[in-house]
C-alpha cells in the first residue's frame, strides 16, 4: 500500500482525496445522522471534551497553575482525543473562560497568556449543591404544573359559560369582578352594635313561681351554638339568638332574607379550614420524609459517574439501604451491586396492572397495584392492597410510587432480576 492510497491519514491531503472522502458511503452516512440533529450531536462532544480535558488536569497537574495551551496540548498527544473543532467552543481561550464562569478552574490571564488552577471541591458541598439545584428544579416544575392546571381550569369555565350562553365580553367581567367586591354606598346607614346591659330581674319570692324570666333567658341560650351565645352578649333578643341558631323563627331559617357576601365568605373559609384539619387527622403520620429507600424496590441510576462502566440510566433493585439515603443497588444488566446516594436514583413506573410500593407520603410502606397513571399531573392511581386503606385506591405523585421488584412482590426474598 502506497503512501496516499485510499484510507491512509494522507489520503484527504488533496483535492482529490479530500473529494473522495466527501463522497463515500461512510462520510454522507455521518452527515445524515449530524443532520437529523446536530445540536445534540455538539453537545456531546463538547461534554466529552470537557470531561476527557479536565480528567487530564486532574492527573497532570492536580495543585499546579500552569499554561491552559500546555495542558491542552499535552491532552491532544493522546491519539483518541476529541477535537476542539468539533465542539461549541471555537477557540481555547473560550473553553479557558467557560472553566472559570462554571468554578471548575482558577484562570487569569498574563502576558504569556491564560492560567489555569484546577480548583477541588469538596464532595459533600458539590452534593448538597446537586440537591439545591435538584430542589429548584422541582420547585419550578411544581410550579409550571400549577400554572398549567390553573389554566386549564379558567379555560373550562369559560367553556361552560360559553355552553350555557353566558357573554365573554370585557363587561361581563367588570360585572362578575364587581360582584365580589365587598363596599358599601355613602347612603347606607352607620353599623349600629348595642351594649345595653340586661335588665334586672323582677323582685318576687324565690321558693314557688316560675324562675325569673332572665335566668329562663340564660337557661334557654345554653343550649344553642356558639354563635347565639355572642349575639346574647351583645344585648341581642331572643329571636336574635334563634336566628343564629337557625331555628325555624329564626330569620336564619328557610324563609329568610339572603345571606351578605361576607357571611359567605366567612362560611367558605371555616369549611376550608375544617376540611384542611380533617385531612391532617386522617392522614395521621404521613408526613412527607426526605428519605425514600426501601429493599425491593426497583431503581434508575442516573449516576453520571458510571457511565463509563455502562450502568448510567441503566435499572437495579434496591438490595440494603444503608444510614437511610445510601443503596446498595444489584444491577439488571450484569448482577453487580453498586452503592448510590439516593439523591442519583430515580423511582421507575410500571405498567399498569404492575406491583408498586408507597415510598413517601401518607402510605409509605404499603403496597398496591398500579391502575392507572395520569401524564399530564405526574400522578398514578394505585390500589392498595395492604395498610389502613387496603381496598382503596389513591392518587400517587410519581416520585411517592415505586415499582417492586417480582421476586419480592411474589412473596419471595426480593433481590431478583
Not at 61 to 71: D, G
Request: proline content about 5%; glycine content about 10%.
Amino acid at each position: 500500500m502506497g503512501k496516499n492510497d485510499f484510507l491512509t491519514p494522507k489520503a484527504c491531503r488533496d483535492e482529490n482525496g479530500f473529494k473522495c472522502h466527501q463522497t463515500s458511503e461512510g462520510h454522507r452516512r455521518q452527515m445524515e445522522l449530524f443532520g437529523m440533529n446536530p445540536h445534540r450531536v455538539v453537545e456531546g462532544y463538547s461534554e466529552e471534551f470537557e470531561k476527557m480535558f479536565m480528567d487530564h488536569l486532574r492527573r497532570a497537574h492536580p495543585f499546579s497553575r500552569v499554561l491552559a495551551k500546555n495542558v491542552y496540548n499535552e491532552y491532544i498527544t493522546d491519539r483518541h482525543h476529541v477535537h476542539m473543532n468539533s465542539t461549541r467552543w471555537l477557540t481555547l481561550t473560550e473553553f479557558v473562560k467557560y472553566l472559570g464562569r462554571t468554578g471548575q478552574c482558577k484562570v487569569d490571564e498574563t502576558e504569556k497568556g491564560w492560567y489555569i488552577t484546577l480548583i477541588h471541591k469538596d464532595p459533600k458541598t458539590t452534593m448538597e449543591e446537586e440537591k439545591r439545584n435538584k430542589r429548584t428544579e422541582m420547585e419550578r416544575e411544581e410550579e409550571e404544573r400549577h400554572m398549567a392546571a390553573l389554566q386549564e381550569q379558567i379555560e373550562r369555565a369559560k367553556r361552560a359559560r360559553l355552553e350555557k350562553g353566558e357573554p365573554l365580553s370585557e363587561e361581563a367581567e367588570e360585572d362578575d369582578e364587581e360582584a365580589h367586591v365587598l363596599q358599601r354606598d355613602e347612603d347606607e346607614a352607620p353599623i349600629k352594635i348595642s351594649l345595653a346591659a340586661p335588665q334586672p330581674a323582677a323582685a318576687g319570692p324565690s321558693t314557688a313561681g316560675p324562675p325569673a324570666p332572665g335566668l329562663a333567658r340564660v337557661g334557654a341560650r345554653a343550649a344553642v351554638p356558639a354563635a347565639a351565645a355572642a349575639a346574647s352578649v351583645f344585648g341581642d333578643d331572643d329571636d336574635d339568638a334563634a336566628a343564629a341558631a337557625g331555628g325555624p323563627g329564626g330569620r336564619g331559617g328557610p324563609a329568610g332574607p339572603k345571606r351578605s357576601k361576607l357571611d359567605e365568605l366567612m362560611q367558605a373559609e371555616l369549611r376550608a379550614k375544617s376540611n384542611a384539619a380533617a385531612s391532617a387527622s386522617g392522614s395521621n403520620g404521613g408526613r412527607r420524609l426526605d428519605y425514600w429507600l426501601a429493599p425491593g424496590i426497583v431503581v434508575k441510576v442516573l449516576a453520571k459517574e458510571l457511565k463509563d462502566h455502562g450502568y448510567y440510566k441503566q435499572k437495579g433493585v434496591v438490595e440494603r439501604v444503608i444510614d437511610r439515603y445510601v443503596g446498595e443497588v444489584c444491577m439488571l444488566g450484569d448482577g453487580a451491586v453498586v452503592r448510590v446516594d439516593q439523591e442519583q436514583l430515580e423511582t421507575v413506573i410500571p405498567s399498569p396492572g404492575g406491583t408498586v410500593l408507597a415510598v413517601n407520603g401518607a402510605h409509605r410502606g404499603c403496597r398496591g397495584t398500579l391502575v392507572s397513571i395520569d401524564t399530564a399531573k405526574y400522578q398514578a392511581l394505585v390500589k392498595l392492597s395492604d395498610g389502613p386503606s387496603r381496598g382503596k385506591e389513591v392518587w400517587l405523585e410519581y416520585e411517592d410510587v415505586c415499582k417492586l421488584d417480582s421476586g419480592l412482590a411474589d412473596g419471595g426474598g426480593g433481590g431478583g432480576k
